[in-house]
């Protein structure tokens, strides 16, 4: 998977945006401006886009309610499109642009028939998904939506990694162990990190979203700048239906098209879901056969190493070289402990010559990890480091694990949206950051961020703390 926090990206809008729509908890992941992304663009990781705050962590769906339809399609009725350009800036979102395609909506989907039916898709069943559908526009302003604050990777874990959800999650362990124990037999994937997933994206299945999958697909493949990819989430939708894996109410999710238990998008559906009871149908929404079996093999398709885990939380010294905490720096276990890494456990490390990667999320004043090929596995699923983490550090802690041993920096706090803006104008000014500045932080920012600490004799983290920001500032 590529780094997915290139500057000038569409892809932080995108994911923050899934985060304002309040359809599931992944996209507190993306909302993290921590330099990897969450799903929905290109390849998205392999699944859904999940949700944040509103509501998340209890109680169950609301009844679905989709805004009717105005002249030219428009919607009207509760939260309404909000006519206004996209804030990328993209041709395609201004609001001008917005209302032609609105407007040509129903051109667009009959348009996709011939495509279609290359797929076996019957004109019958084509007919039945597609009558009455009509744009969400209301997904225009969630897809460009940009924060103004964001939270800390410490905030994320404290909200996902909860006393709540690990006593659910050791519920659903009880409850389904059958399935679990079938599937972790077949596919050698730890039943923990499926059961944090399961958690982690829908609250065990209380938050799956409550918009049309096909509604927010048809839209996105006719309305905005992602219309390529979106028609294939779309004719992957119509070919789960025209199979009967599922029902048209069973497909309800987040607004670009993740649904079920675990958010799968259309087209992961359609590469890992597996028929886990032998029932005909491959029933990832209210199946919990099918939905362990598919989610299992969707990480085993992905690499998952059996029997080993995703990372190791560990004590980085003083005076480390922080430019060694790189995503394509991975050495052997080994020879970061001839560096002075130690877990911060102080038991030993189980496997000395594995390779794993340094990550220092909170920069010096923070933990550090190292993080083996399970982790990445995870990032596959959706890549974002922060997700990743949560995952990870919530299956160890359902398998009667412990928090995190050292603090993080609680004092720091994330710089808004205009002081990220601020703070790549000023490395732009001194000749550190080559990009076009735009509050989004990605790669080039942290490799600026980086050059700029070691220009000035600070620990060379990439991370984005207020006394950077003064140091520029030349305070």
């Known amino acids: ?69 105005g002249p030219g399609g428009v919607q009207t009725g509760a939260q309404p499109w ?22 040509n909506f129903d051109n667009c989907v009959a348009g996709m028939w011939p495509d279609a039916a290359r797929r076996n898709i019957t004109q019958e069943n084509f007919q039945r998904f597609t009558a009455g559908l009509s744009p969400d526009l ?5 897809m460009d939506s940009q924060p103004e604050f964001t939270k800390s990777i410490w905030d994320y874990l404290d909200i996902l990694v909860n006393d709540n959800r690990l006593a659910k999650g050791k519920e659903v362990l009880a409850k ?16 923990y990190i499926i059961a944090a997933i399961w958690g982690i994206e829908s609250n065990y299945s209380t938050q799956m979203g409550d918009r049309s999958v096909l509604q927010s697909t048809a839209t996105l493949a006719c309305v905005g700048r992602r219309q390529a990819y979106f028609k294939d989430e779309f004719l992957s939708a119509l070919e789960i239906l025209n ?19 675990t958010q799968f998008m259309p087209t992961a559906f359609k590469r890992f879901a597996v028929d886990g009871d032998g029932d005909g149908r491959r029933d990832v929404v209210d199946n919990p056969s099918d939905l362990i079996a598919s989610t299992a093999n969707n990480l085993k398709k992905d690499g998952w190493q059996s029997g080993q885990t995703w ?46 990667y340094l990550l220092a999320p909170a920069g010096a004043q923070g933990p550090g990890f190292l993080m083996l090929q399970n982790f990445r596995v995870i990032m596959k699923y959706n890549p974002a480091e922060a997700y990743a983490m949560a995952i990870g550090h919530f299956a160890d802690r359902l398998r009667g694990g412990q928090p995190f041993v050292q603090p993080w ?33 990605g790669g080039q920012t942290r490799d600026a961020l980086r050059n ?23 305070r």
């Open 82 to 103: 909000s006519g206004e350009d996209g804030a990328s800036g993209h041709p395609l979102m201004t609001a001008a642009a917005i209302r032609e395609a609105a407007g």
């Open 243 to 261: 199979r009967g894996d599922l029902r048209p109410e069973q497909m309800r999710g987040s607004w670009a098209g993740a649904f079920g238990p």
């Open 409 to 441: 920096p609680r004092q720091e706090r994330e710089l808004s949206r205009g002081e990220r803006l601020e703070l790549q104008q000023l490395l732009a000014q001194r000749g550190f950051y080559k990009g076009t500045p735009d509050g989004q932080f």
């Open 176 to 191: 389904y162990k059958a399935q679990f124990d079938a599937t972790e037999k077949a596919t050698g994937v730890d039943r």
């Open 452 to 474: 700029f600490q070691a220009s000035i004799g600070v620990p060379a983290d990439g991370f984005a703390s207020s006394d950077v920001l003064d140091r520029l500032r030349g």
């Open 311 to 356: 990372g190791f939380e560990v004590v980085v010294p003083q005076g480390f070289n922080y430019m060694l905490a790189d995503r394509a720096k991975a050495m052997t276990i080994a020879q970061w402990e001839k560096l002075g890494l130690k877990r911060a456990t102080n038991q030993p490390f189980p496997h000395p010559a594995e390779k794993a």
């Open 1 to 69: 998977m590529a780094d997915f926090w290139p500057d000038g990206c569409d892809m932080r809008q995108l994911v923050t945006a899934a985060a304002l729509s309040l359809t599931g908890a992944t996209m507190l992941a993306a909302a993290l401006l921590f330099p990897v992304a969450a799903q929905a663009q290109g390849q998205q990781g392999q699944n859904g886009l999940s949700n944040l705050f509103g509501g998340i962590f209890s109680g169950s769906n609301p009844a679905p309610s989709q805004p009717a339809p």
């Open 138 to 142: 209301r997904i225009m302003d969630l």
